[in-house]
């Protein structure tokens, strides 16, 4: 099935309700147009930000600092080797 929408004046075009619901598009979201060979995607933009950057350090540092989570990691391995 193929859905059509029509260019206005200013460049602008209307992403018709099944295709806006299948891409989870939103009012105000930002889609990427994407060349690929011989046809043209529309996705959802990704956003240069790292989503989880803003809960880099939320925890503190990990004790023992990184000696400390390299036992742990050693720890749980040699726990899964004993079952």
């Known amino acids: 099935m193929g859905y059509f929408s029509t260019i206005s004046s200013k460049g602008q075009l209307t992403v018709p309700q099944e295709i806006r619901k299948r ?16 046809r043209t995607v ?3 933009a990704r956003s240069e930000v790292n989503p989880f950057e803003k809960f880099i350090g939320i925890a503190g540092p990990f004790p023992g600092g990184e000696e400390g989570i390299k036992a742990w990691i050693d720890d749980m391995r040699s726990d899964k080797d004993s079952e």
Request: aromatic share 6%; no cysteine; net charge negative.
């Open 42 to 44: 529309i996705r959802p």
């Open 23 to 38: 891409l989870g598009l939103e009012t105000g979201d930002r889609v990427e147009f994407v060349v690929e060979e011989d």
